[in-house]
């Protein structure tokens, strides 16, 4: 089972409808960590988590702290656990965001949000293609210049470059557009609303969740 956080930010059906299409995935929509508490309790195996999101990095992180799913993301990064945010969620993974002032993130990847130059138009919205940097089992069967759909105005700085899986061009600025460190992965885009390209980064990351819990289950 993959858990989706619901931050009261965002309509996650897209997410839902995005891993029943592309994997046939079963997820469940957490709201709080009592919810979390009940569903572990009931018995349920987490694989995975997904951390989605649109709006503001600040208000994001009040959710997750006021809800008491701040403390899930860490139990599940710490424990190992596959995890991946996506969009804003992906912003939340870093250390520090200049979104409507200085707020601190989980910091789980080391580096910082901030917003695109003037020189760019704002947001960075629409199809742009991939650069693959490296090759890793979330982009498997991606192929360099597969198109996927961006909407933001900040973007990520990453402290090490071993983070970055890979990246987007937009207007001479390079956008990390997939990050990761061990389990805990990245996407800047949203693979629910980025077609075939999209799904098939979605059937990856339960993948990535089957075997990781069948490594477990060996352990």
């Not at 917003?115 to 629409?126: I, L």
């Not at 470059?161 to 890979?166: H, K, N």
Request: proline fraction near 4%.
């Amino acid at each position: 089972m993959i858990v989706l956080l619901d931050m009261g930010i965002g309509n996650l059906s897209s997410v839902q409808s995005g891993f029943a299409r592309s994997a046939g995935a079963e997820t469940v929509i957490v709201q709080s960590g009592e919810a979390w508490d009940e569903l572990i309790a009931s018995g349920a195996q987490v694989s995975g988590l997904v951390l989605p999101g649109v709006g503001a990095f600040g208000d994001a992180m009040f959710q997750l702290r006021s809800s008491g799913l701040l403390r899930v993301v860490r139990q599940m990064a710490r424990e190992g656990k596959p995890l991946l945010g996506i969009c804003l969620g992906m912003q939340l993974l870093l250390s520090v965001s200049e979104e409507h002032g200085s707020h601190v993130g989980l910091g789980i990847i080391p580096g910082s949000v901030t917003r695109f130059p003037n020189s760019v138009k704002v947001p960075h919205m629409g199809w742009n293609d991939l650069v693959k940097v490296v090759d890793h089992p979330l982009l498997n069967g991606i192929t360099q210049g597969d198109f996927v759909y961006f909407v933001h105005s900040y973007k990520a700085n990453l402290q090490n470059e071993a983070d970055l899986l890979a990246a987007a061009d937009y207007n001479g600025i390079v956008v990390p557009a997939v990050i990761g460190r061990g389990l805990v992965l990245g996407t800047q885009f949203h693979p629910e609303k980025s077609g075939h390209v999209g799904e098939a980064i979605l059937r990856n990351f339960v993948e990535i969740c089957r075997q990781t819990a069948k490594a477990g289950a060996h352990a």
